[in-house]
């Protein structure tokens, strides 16, 4: 993948994150988030195996989605 798309990967993670803090709804936040947290583990990937990036966003999304699917159930 070119470096400006990774770039572009990268700014688009930035802003759902952003985004994530400005809404309400614990169920929207959950999932712009998640977007978010997938659109870094991405651009960890394909800008050199950026661990520090892939690692923790990675959990995060697995905190989310937990989270989104346990809170269906109550």
Request: aromatic content about 14%; hydrophobic content about 55%.
């Amino acid at each position: 993948m070119s470096s400006e798309i990774t770039n572009y990967i990268g700014y688009a993670a930035s802003v759902f994150i952003i985004l994530s803090f400005i809404l309400k709804d614990l169920t929207k936040i959950r999932i712009v988030n998640l977007v978010g947290c997938i659109c870094f583990v991405i651009y960890g990937v394909f800008s050199g195996m950026l661990w520090p990036v892939i690692i923790p966003n990675g959990i995060i999304c697995f905190v989310q989605v937990y989270h989104l699917l346990t809170a269906k159930k109550k």
